[in-house]
């Protein structure tokens, strides 16, 4: 049952509506950088026939300034356009491709140095891609991040750029992610607001876990998630009404067994004596006392049965357990370190469970042998209660099943018992959310372990 809380739990701690969120996130971020970079891409590309044209009307544009160009023409030209412009006169003789100095320059920004130009596409891949001819090469790159077109007609390099900075387009994916992150908000409300049943049967569901059998989950609208909340309602009514009659059963059939045994009892005790008297004596006893523990047992599988929970020093608790051995309190050796430490147990309980695993560590040891409480805290804090023994030991087969009710391994021993001394005990540590741990060697002892989870 522990188990079963802390993974439910874990399993709503990692919460839906985190994981559609989380969703929904990456979605949109996905989404926002496939519409940047797809429009980035279509602004951007060299297949745009649209450049094509624009290569071809710089081209005649150049033409007509001449050879050497106008000045005049230029300059007014690249005003009207709201251009930039710097002529450079080519030195056909050094290496081919050279720049002995500006020639001429119109609005062109001094940090706009030709050798800086880095070429991204040219002239002649429009040529390829869509048989437009244009008369006069034509680079396109940048300078220093600037768009810049150059066109060479042979004597001169004209560098052109555009009098127009465009925005950062790191401000265009900003303000889409802000929008992104504003949706995601929202969306976050939206489902938060929509899933509010899951909430409330997480909820149920770990109130269940804590003992409430009778609350109900509120009923929100009436779609699927009403239905559902609806049928939780109606499961959980079911499985307390089960329980109750199971319990009322036992109830009542035990009392039915009890009535004829105190009878007999009481015939018992008007018998005159007789040689198999106080066997009969026990036996009736030994049917009472099962009655008992059944019940108990019982009490304590009520899944989500109640504790009374409260924090006690493991030195109280084993004084407390050491008081119900008033006759064999020097055959135990505590060795306790941590007599401080708090745990928060329902004592009553708990001392039942270490009080069976001492009363076996006597009863599966020869007479007079000792047994062994040893209390330790382990690496992850939990705290463990040992009790070990030198006795007959269990088999490997058996050390699995020992912990079922009425099952007894070792018939062959004087001993009695009901079969239900661990049963008990291992429901105890389970309702404290802990668990019972075995280890045995037959002919040399066995090893309980009460494993109680940190505060
Ligand atoms: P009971 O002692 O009443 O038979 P338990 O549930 O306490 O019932 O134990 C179940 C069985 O486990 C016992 O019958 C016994 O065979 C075995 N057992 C329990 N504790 C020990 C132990 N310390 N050493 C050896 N065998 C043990």
Known sequence: MGNLRIKSKQRFQKSLFKRLGLLVFVFTITLTSVLYYQLQYSFTAPDSILDAHETYYYSEMV???????????????????????????????????????????????????????????????????????????????????????????????????????????????????????????????????????????????????????????????????????????????????????????????????????????????????????????????????????????????????????QKFSTQDIIGKVMDMFPTNRDRVKIDNNIPDKQVYIDETKFSLALRNLLDNAFKYSKPQANADIKLTVVKNGDIEFQVKDSGIGISKDDINKITQPFFQANQTVSTKGFGLGLTICKKIIESHKGRLSISSEPEEGSLFILHLPKI
Not at 72 to 88: A, D, H, R, T
Not at 142 to 156: F, H, L, Q
Not at 266 to 271: D, E, F, K, T, V
């Open 63 to 309: 033409s007509k300034w001449g050879n050497p160009p106008d000045t005049n023409q230029v300059s007014k030209e690249i005003n009207n356009l709201k251009m930039w412009c710097g002529i450079f006169k080519r030195d056909i003789t050094e290496l081919g491709i050279a720049y002995p100095g500006k020639v001429y320059w119109s609005n062109l920004p001094s940090n706009i140095l030709p050798e800086e130009f880095i070429q991204f596409h040219k002239s002649s891949e429009f040529e390829t891609m869509y048989g437009i001819k244009i008369p006069l090469k034509v680079f396109f790159g940048e300078i220093n991040t600037m768009s810049v077109t150059v066109v060479d007609n042979g004597n001169y390099l004209f560098y052109l750029a555009i009098d127009y900075i465009p925005p950062a387009e790191i401000n265009n994916l900003l303000f889409a992610f802000i929008l992104a992150i504003l949706f995601i908000i929202g969306l976050y409300f939206f489902i938060h607001r929509y899933l509010r049943p899951v909430q409330l049967m997480k909820n149920r569901i770990e109130a269940l876990e804590e003992g409430d059998l009778k609350s109900k989950i509120e009923i929100i609208g009436e779609d699927e998630l009403a239905d559902l909340s609806y049928s939780m309602n109606q499961l959980i009514m079911d499985i307390n009404i089960l329980l109750e009659n199971k319990h009322q059963l036992l109830l009542e059939v035990s009392h039915e067994l009890r009535s004829p045994l105190a009878r007999m009892q009481l015939l018992i005790a008007m018998m005159p004596e007789h040689k198999n008297l106080t066997k009969l004596k026990e036996e009736v006893e030994f049917l009472e006392g099962m009655i008992g523990n059944l019940l108990f047992s019982d009490r304590l599988s009520l899944p989500y049965s109640k504790l009374d929970l």
